[in-house]
């Protein structure tokens, strides 16, 4: 008793997460949301599910998802307002997810690209081959002042040992694991990796990275769980620093 008049009580981790900042929202840009209406029951699953702010990452990938931020940044501006109309109470702003191949290095060169925040590089790379320069597109990342945050590092079928995960930290990069992998939706082997990330703890942000409204229904149940109450025991979470 005496002990506790004298110790204040540890900040208990927040179990809200209020922003998100992996999505693809904006209407026909990517394999995302098809249209707009579409993007506003996706809004508005988000809304429920108690997200305060979006941050939504449509692919940019050379040959399959030529986007540009102008492209990206229109398409946000008509989201924004559609979803003001409905009274769609949630902040919604862009980012996006890179691709890393070789238009990635153009497009880094050049430095017009859009970031999470002031300097946070939301990538992914085929989830089965190991792309040959992913270590000197990272380290170019880091020499120009950004910091690359791996988008689900746990459905990378090329990582096959854990241990490769605490190189990639060491190296500078951050961590985003999907929610849903949590549910097994991406198959065993992310969910086992997932959970490895959690228990280690890995994690930098959580991410929906909702595609469709399925997606939605699945990270409710999940946001249910012990599982995703063991994330923000585990973890340092920084989505709500956005
Ligand atoms: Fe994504």
Do not use: W
């Amino acid at each position: 008793m005496i002990f506790s008049l004298f110790n204040k009580k540890p900040k208990q981790p927040s179990l809200e997460l209020k922003v998100d900042i992996h999505s693809h929202l904006i209407p026909a840009i990517d394999d995302g949301s098809r249209s707009m209406a579409e993007s506003l029951k996706l809004l508005r699953g988000m809304e429920q599910l108690g997200y305060e702010k979006v941050i939504t990452t449509p692919h940019i990938m050379a040959d399959t998802y030529i986007n540009t931020p102008k492209i990206i940044k229109d398409g946000l501006d008509l989201l924004k307002i559609e979803a003001k109309k409905e009274n769609i109470n949630i902040e919604i702003e862009c980012g996006a997810e890179y691709y890393l191949d070789d238009g990635f290095s153009d497009i880094l060169r050049k430095g017009d690209l859009l970031t999470i925040g002031d300097k946070y590089i939301l990538f992914e790379t085929s989830y089965y081959a190991r792309p040959i320069h992913l270590k000197d597109m990272i380290f170019e990342m880091l020499s120009l002042g950004y910091t690359p945050i791996m988008a689900h590092p746990e459905r990378y079928r090329y990582i096959k040992e854990k241990k490769e995960y605490f190189k990639f930290k060491e190296l500078g990069v951050m961590f985003q694991v999907n929610i849903n992998s949590f549910a097994g939706q991406y198959g065993k082997d992310a969910k086992v990796k997932a959970n490895f990330l959690n228990k280690n703890g890995c994690i930098d942000f959580l991410g929906s990275d909702i595609h469709n409204y399925k997606q939605v229904e699945k990270l409710e149940l999940v946001m249910k769980s012990n599982v995703y109450k063991s994330i923000f025991k585990n973890n340092n979470i920084k989505n709500n620093d956005f």
